[in-house]
């Protein structure tokens, strides 16, 4: 059952501009929304994650938007590097249990 | 610098061999998480385990597939007999357990499979 939807599954992105990724979760007991960037050959690290209390929470030019009511949440990178390049993951999980669910992965490419 | 440390890093073998796959936790770190990775079906939850304890194994194949933790410092995944469908990219996580602040995982470098 795939609880953690995510879309779209490969985006091309010329430098400079914004991307964005959207996720959507059926789960409402998901109280913790990750993102994680791998790179080939890597595993996934942590990017950026972020509460339901919040609708927005902003890293440097990495963005989550959260709509608690719509159960969506999407990543923004503003103005994308060629470097940002790699495999971005929404994921859920609830505070009181470690679980982590992972959505089906977005491949983004920046070219110059 | 503290990592999840994933061996081997490849490994082929052939269809029935058994094949075991081990991960070294971040030191002080009581959750392990063992995900496959394909390109079908992404990052899929295989097991997890809190202080050492199997809390959830539901995503493996209980037929072929088993994963331990002999002890606080060694997690293992077993495949007896391998299967080409196996095949697949084999990630450990450790993180500290449930409660704000502590949701992070830390991955490994994984382990690629390939069974002919």
């Known amino acids: 059952q795939q609880q953690v939807k995510q879309s779209p599954q490969s985006l091309i992105v010329q430098k400079g501009g914004i991307s964005i990724i959207n996720c959507a979760y059926e789960?409402?007991?998901?109280?913790?929304f990750p993102w994680y960037q791998q790179f080939p050959g890597k595993g996934p690290a942590l990017l950026i994650a972020i509460r339901p209390d919040v609708s927005e929470k902003k890293e440097g030019r990495f963005t989550i938007s959260f709509n608690k009511s719509a159960k969506q949440f999407s990543l923004h990178i503003m103005d994308s590097q060629p470097g940002d390049s790699a495999t971005y993951f929404c994921a859920a999980s609830k505070t009181s249990y470690d679980k982590v669910i992972f959505g089906p992965g977005t491949s983004l490419s920046v070219i110059p | 610098d503290a990592r999840v440390t994933q061996t081997p890093r490849h490994k082929v073998t052939e269809m029935g061999q058994e094949v075991t796959m081990r991960c070294q936790p971040i030191l002080g770190h009581n959750t392990v998480f063992w995900y496959r990775q394909t390109m079908m079906q992404g990052l899929e939850l295989l097991a997890y385990f809190r202080n050492r304890a199997p809390l959830d194994d539901s995503g493996m194949p209980k037929d072929r597939f088993s994963a331990e933790m002999p002890d606080a410092t060694l997690a293992t995944l077993k495949i007896q007999p391998s299967e080409p469908r196996d095949s697949a990219v084999y990630f450990c996580a450790s993180g500290l357990s449930a409660g704000p602040g502590n949701e992070k995982l830390f991955f490994g470098s994984g382990t690629q499979l390939s069974v002919l």
């Open positions: 789960n409402t007991a998901f109280d913790y």
